[in-house]
């Protein structure tokens, strides 16, 4: 059974950075593409980055790059979301989640993505 936990999310001021952890066990997390998605209530769940298997490639939402950082520790199984210059439209639930199958290619689609966690809260004040 694949297990998902994030944690790093807090209250911080706007400008301020906070960096996100992730760690995924049940599955072989080298094998697959990870992605951080935010949600806001009332809203759809928005792809904010994902990052390949090794690492090779990643993406970002137009709205956090240059501002956010993924990256991945395999030997570790945990993912990482570094939130530097935040804004208070950041200000969301941040969830991860491995791909659906191994080896899938990045992509910000929540469809793509299985075994979510219960997220962690970030809260950005003006």
């Known amino acids: 059974q694949v297990q998902v936990v994030e944690s790093g999310g807090g209250v911080v001021q706007q400008g301020g950075s906070l960096r996100l952890s992730c760690t995924v066990s049940g599955l072989v997390f080298s094998s697959y593409t990870m992605g951080w998605f935010r949600q806001v209530p009332g809203h759809e769940r928005e792809g904010v980055s994902c990052?390949?298997?090794?690492?090779?490639?990643?993406y970002y939402a137009d709205s956090v790059k240059g501002r956010f950082t993924v990256s991945r520790d395999n030997a570790k199984n945990t993912l990482y979301l570094q939130m530097n210059s935040l804004k208070p439209d950041d200000t969301a639930t941040y969830y991860c989640?491995?791909?659906?199958?191994?080896?899938?290619?990045?992509?910000?689609?929540?469809?793509?993505?299985?075994?979510w966690g219960q997220g962690t809260q970030v809260t950005v004040a003006s």
């Open positions: 989640a491995p791909s659906s199958r191994a080896y899938a290619v990045c992509s910000a689609s929540f469809s793509e993505y299985t075994s």
């Open positions: 990052i390949s298997p090794r690492g090779a490639t990643t």
